[in-house]
């Protein structure tokens, strides 16, 4: 074992403090990696103040890690000393059901290992997982990602949960050109959503409640952008969208945005608030659409993910913290003011 530093949280109501705890020494195929960058997902403040139950304290949170490879196991053929590598919301799962066969490891039929807050079964039956706002992070190589060396390491920090989580959905769907996708929400996934639908070819319509994000929306890659707390607005964009990915983190009226499909249209929910989203039915029946769910994505897909932002050079917009800034960050999140995400530098700790 050794000693890691961390910013950790010990109850809902409580702020981050420096936090130190004990890691596992690289197993023969596991790596050993210096985290430079982790992302700040409306997850880690969801976990951090327990709003979906059943937080942990002390809780690490951080599943948006970017960083260098210090030591591998004895076993470990893909990474070596110094490689550029990602770490994103799983760190292992049991690779023998029928979704981790099928490369769908975050779906694993006997639960699989999160990057924080999960039972740990590789350091001990009753030890939790902490995750990426810490100084290293020793994960089995196979949920291990390659960084493509053209991305700004910052940027790309992001990519690791809001790439993903927005990427599986617009790909699983087929968002490409001749494709109206919309994009509810223009947070951490949101921007990455509308970034990568448009690099697919979709004609991209920002659903933002902010005035104020409108001119950036259009610079992120939105052909158009629907105001969507002028009910005029929503009327008439009504039936135009065959696809949208609805990132919301808090609660909102569903039924608003399920109107904006076409018939045969999908809203893919992503964004988790923890209260139920009461649907109208005749919104689904009158014009055979489908609400979808998608959770983050496999480590395959992750993969290509990566290597499609390394193509297309695209990272996240990024406001660099300190970690002791933590705390400052999850109020403005709440107040929907970021643009359009933040992340921790771990040289400030
Ligand atoms: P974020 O950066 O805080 O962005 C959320 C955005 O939602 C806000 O910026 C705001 O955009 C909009 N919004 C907030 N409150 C709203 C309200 N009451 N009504 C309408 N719009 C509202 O959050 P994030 O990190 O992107 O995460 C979004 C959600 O996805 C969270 O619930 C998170 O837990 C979840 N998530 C799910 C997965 C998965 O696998 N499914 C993975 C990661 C995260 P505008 O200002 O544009 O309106
Ligand atoms: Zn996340």
């Given at each position: 074992?050794?000693?890691?530093?961390?910013?950790?949280?010990d109850?809902?109501?409580?702020?981050f403090?420096?936090?130190?705890?004990?890691?596992?020494d690289?197993?023969?195929?596991d790596?050993?990696i210096?985290i430079l960058y982790c992302?700040?997902?409306?997850s880690?403040?969801?976990?951090?103040r327990?709003?979906?139950?059943?937080?942990?304290?002390p809780?690490v949170?951080?599943?948006e890690?970017?960083?260098?490879?210090r030591?591998?196991?004895?076993?470990?053929?893909?990474?070596?000393?110094?490689?550029t590598?990602g770490?994103?919301?799983?760190?292992?799962?049991?690779?023998?059901?029928d979704c981790?066969?099928?490369?769908?490891?975050q779906?694993?039929?006997k639960?699989?290992t999160?990057t924080?807050?999960?039972?740990?079964?590789?350091?001990?039956?009753?030890?939790?997982?902490?995750?990426?706002y810490s100084?290293?992070?020793v994960?089995?190589?196979n949920?291990?990602?390659?960084v493509?060396?053209?991305?700004?390491?910052a940027?790309a920090?992001?990519?690791?949960c809001?790439?993903?989580t927005?990427y599986?959905?617009?790909?699983h769907?087929k968002a490409?050109?001749?494709m109206?996708?919309?994009?509810?929400?223009?947070?951490?996934?949101?921007?990455?959503?509308?970034?990568?639908a448009?690099?697919?070819?979709a004609?991209?319509?920002?659903?933002t409640?902010?005035p104020?994000?409108?001119?950036?929306a259009?610079?992120?890659g939105?052909?158009?952008v629907?105001?969507?707390?002028?009910s005029?607005?929503l009327a008439k964009?009504a039936?135009?969208?065959?696809?949208?990915?609805?990132?919301i983190?808090a609660?909102?009226?569903?039924d608003a945005?399920?109107?904006l499909l076409?018939?045969?249209?999908?809203?893919?929910?992503?964004?988790?608030?923890?209260e139920p989203?009461?649907?109208?039915?005749?919104?689904?029946?009158?014009a055979?659409r489908?609400?979808a769910?998608s959770?983050?994505g496999?480590i395959a897909?992750?993969?290509e993910?990566?290597?499609?932002c390394g193509?297309?050079n695209?990272?996240?917009d990024i406001?660099l913290i300190?970690a002791?800034?933590?705390?400052?960050?999850?109020?403005?999140?709440l107040?929907?003011?970021?643009k359009?995400?933040?992340?921790?530098?771990?040289?400030?700790f």
């Amino acid at each position: 074992m050794f000693t890691c530093d961390a910013f950790a949280v010990d109850g809902p109501d409580k702020t981050f403090h420096p936090f130190t705890f004990e890691r596992r020494d690289p197993l023969d195929h596991d790596v050993d990696i210096e985290i430079l960058y982790c992302g700040v997902c409306h997850s880690d403040l969801h976990t951090a103040r327990s709003d979906w139950e059943g937080t942990i304290y002390p809780c690490v949170p951080g599943h948006e890690i970017v960083g260098k490879v210090r030591r591998v196991g004895k076993k470990v053929t893909r990474f070596k000393e110094g490689d550029t590598v990602g770490v994103g919301c799983m760190v292992n799962s049991c690779g023998t059901c029928d979704c981790c066969r099928a490369g769908l490891e975050q779906y694993c039929e006997k639960g699989n290992t999160l990057t924080y807050n999960s039972p740990d079964p590789e350091t001990g039956k009753d030890r939790y997982t902490f995750g990426g706002y810490s100084k290293r992070i020793v994960v089995n190589d196979n949920f291990v990602l390659s960084v493509p060396e053209n991305l700004d390491l910052a940027g790309a920090a992001p990519l690791l949960c809001a790439g993903i989580t927005t990427y599986s959905p617009l790909r699983h769907w087929k968002a490409g050109k001749g494709m109206k996708v919309g994009v509810a929400g223009l947070g951490g996934l949101g921007h990455m959503a509308v970034k990568l639908a448009h690099a697919m070819g979709a004609d991209v319509t920002m659903l933002t409640t902010s005035p104020s994000k409108e001119a950036d929306a259009r610079r992120l890659g939105a052909h158009h952008v629907v105001l969507t707390r002028d009910s005029e607005n929503l009327a008439k964009a009504a039936k135009t969208l065959d696809l949208i990915i609805d990132t919301i983190a808090a609660k909102h009226n569903i039924d608003a945005y399920l109107n904006l499909l076409k018939v045969n249209g999908t809203l893919v929910q992503v964004g988790a608030p923890a209260e139920p989203l009461p649907v109208g039915v005749f919104n689904l029946i009158t014009a055979r659409r489908s609400l979808a769910g998608s959770c983050i994505g496999g480590i395959a897909e992750t993969q290509e993910m990566l290597d499609f932002c390394g193509k297309h050079n695209i990272t996240a917009d990024i406001e660099l913290i300190k970690a002791q800034e933590i705390d400052k960050a999850y109020e403005r999140m709440l107040k929907s003011d970021v643009k359009y995400r933040f992340v921790i530098d771990m040289a400030s700790f």
